[in-house]
Each structure stands twice: as C-alpha cells, then as structure tokens.
C-alpha cells in the first residue's frame, strides 16, 4: 500500500503506558510500514522511549500534555475536565483531519463519552456499539454489543445488526454472514419485547441479511452465527465469563500436567499442540474492540495488553480504515428509512 495514512494515539492509555505504546508501534511496523503515528502524552516520559528505538521515532510525532484520564474516572468528569487530556487531544485530531483513527488502551467509559462528543454518530445510528471478535469452534465470529449500551431497544440492536454485518462482510471477508440475536432460547417467543420486536424487523428487512433469528449463550462458542447482536449489559457478561472461562481452563490444564511425573512427561510430548492452543486462544490475537457508529473510526485497546496486543489494536485500526467501513455502514443505513419500524420498549 502507498498512500500514508496517519493514527493519532493515547499514549498514557492503559496500565502499561507510556512504554508498552511506544513498543507496539515497534512490533508493528513490518505489518504497517505505510503508517505514521501522532503520540498524545507526556514528552518527558515519550522521548526517552522513542530515542531508544530510531526506527519507531522515524514514523512518531510527540504531541505533548500531561493530563491524563485515569482508569477509575467517571466518564462525565472526564469529559468535562480532560479537554487537554492525552485521550481527549488524540480523538481531536481525528475531528481535525489530522489523523485517520484514534487507538487507546485506556478508560472505556472516557473514551467512548468522548469520542461521541467529538466524532458524533452516523447518520441513522443512535448508539455507538463496542465489537469485538470471539474465538469460535468455527474460525471467529463479531459481537456488539460489549458495555456501551446497558440498555438497549429494539431499533438499537437492528442498528447492531446492520453495522455487524457490513464489518463482516467487508473486513472478514465473509460474502454473506448469518446474524443472530442472543436470547434466552431459540424460540420466537422467548426473550423480552425489544428482541422480539428486532426480530421480527430483521426478518423483513429491506436488506440482504442472512438473519438466522435467536441464539442462546451455547451458540457463542459453536460459532452457529457470524454476527452476534446484544444489548451491552449481556455482551459484556459474555465476554468477562468467556475470558475468565479461558483462563481457569489454562489453570485447570497446567495443574493436570504438573499432578505426577507421567503426567510431566505427557506435558513435554504434548507441548507442540499445547502451543498451537495457546496462541489460538491468546486473547492479545482479539485485542482491539471496535467502536462501531462512529463518525470516525476509534479502536479501544485492553487497559492490561502488553505490546503484542497493543499492536493488533493498530492493525484493527488501520483495517477499518482502509476498507471504508464507515461509508458502508451509511450506505447500509440509508436502506432503513424506508422499513417500517416497530413501536419498541426498552429492555
């Protein structure tokens, strides 16, 4: 790829900042040798860092502050006082022409209050949704939503489904991904009036969806759908169980190994497949959720990533950008004016 293209990032972002920043950039510069990078933070604590490693300081620019948002911040606080926070500056300059994405490893509920405020919605959407990828019996599929929206309506998670679908479509690479409503049964009458509601619009939608109807939690896993749609509060129960579920497993695995001496040498024999699982299941290959919505592309990063993770973050940022997902997703939800829509209530 010729043309530059430049990322703005929260430097301070993340429990491992400055320097876990400054080194995912470096890991990432094979992949990205097309990109440059705006550093928000504190240039005390960035130039050290950047003078160590020449090839990263060659494609970075410093943007000094030092204010920070904090981790524990509520987000209408953050919001009103981190104007010159280094989150705050970053996601401006995607508001500025600037940048082209903004990717920070800091506080969620911060960057999302602020990235709707300066990057506002799509035309169409109501709510920025977080994504992100699951590992799945099948390959990979997408979930949205994972925190933003506690509570949501019918029309919220149809918006979900439309979006999911075009980042399916255009960034996995899928030519016709199914969509599914986690519920509580695959029954259509199970499930509370707002998934009832998007169920039956998704099912006469005026778009070509391959909308399967309801799945339950067991589906996630299976991989039954490539597009998984959810109110935030569900999502983000999922995901936690899901990554503690992964974790106690890898606990569970290592103390079985090191209970005797056979099964030490069965660990050994059995450490090339343990490996290939390890790195199926590292959670720094999924690392970087997607705020979808936005009239701007923004790329959440986990506060506890180390440079590996932080790195994937980018490459997620960048292929946001270059596939043009935004103006699909307009595209997309221009189509639904123009379907009926059913009276909803929250859930």
């Known amino acids: 790829m010729s043309t530059r293209l430049t990322l703005s ?40 860092l950047l003078d160590k490693n020449p090839r990263v300081r060659d494609v970075c620019q410093i943007r000094h502050t ?47 209050a602020m990235a709707k405020f300066v990057l506002k919605t799509l035309p169409g959407i109501d709510r920025p949704a977080i994504a992100s990828y699951f590992p799945t019996i099948r390959g990979e599929s997408l979930m949205l939503d994972l925190g933003a929206n506690v509570v949501c309506d ?11 679908e075009v980042f399916a479509r255009n960034v996995l690479g899928l030519e016709q991904p199914s969509v599914g409503i986690l519920n509580v049964g695959s029954e259509e009458l199970k499930g509370h009036d707002s998934v009832k509601h998007a169920f ?28 998984i749609v959810t109110d935030g509060f569900t999502g983000n129960i999922a995901l ?50 997607m705020f979808l919505g936005l009239n701007g592309i ?3 990063s986990h506060g506890g990533t180390d440079a590996l993770g932080f790195a994937n973050a980018l490459d997620v940022a960048v292929e946001l950008i270059t596939d043009g997902l935004n103006d699909v997703i307009k595209e997309d939800l221009a189509h639904l004016d123009s379907v009926p829509q059913e009276e909803s209530s929250g859930s």
Not at 81 to 103: F, P, Q, T, Y
Not at 265 to 276: E, F, M, S
């Open 9 to 48: 990032l929260d430097a301070m972002g993340g429990d491992n900042a400055p320097g876990m920043v400054v080194d995912g950039v470096g890991l990432s510069l094979e992949r990205l040798p097309h990109v440059d990078f705006l550093l928000f933070g504190d240039e005390k604590q960035l130039a050290p």
């Open 66 to 112: 030092e204010d920070i948002v904090t981790n524990d911040e509520k987000p209408g606080v953050a919001l009103r006082s981190g104007r010159n926070s280094s989150m705050r500056l970053a996601i401006n300059a995607v508001s500025d022409g600037e940048a082209a994405g903004i990717v920070s490893a800091g506080n969620t509920g911060a960057l999302m």
């Open 154 to 164: 019918a029309e919220n998670l149809v918006q979900f489904a439309v979006m999911g």
């Open 200 to 227: 039956n619009t998704l099912q006469n939608i005026d778009l070509p969806i391959k909308f399967h109807g309801f799945i339950e939690g067991d589906d996630i896993a299976k991989g039954t759908v490539d597009v």
């Open 240 to 289: 936690k169980t899901a990554e503690g579920t992964a974790k106690m497993f890898g606990v569970f695995l290592k103390d079985a190994f090191l209970s005797s001496t056979t099964s030490k040498i069965g660990g050994l024999l059995a450490k090339p497949a343990l490996n290939k699982l390890r790195m199926r299941m590292d959670p720094r290959r999924y690392n970087g959720a």
């Open 298 to 300: 923004c790329v959440k």
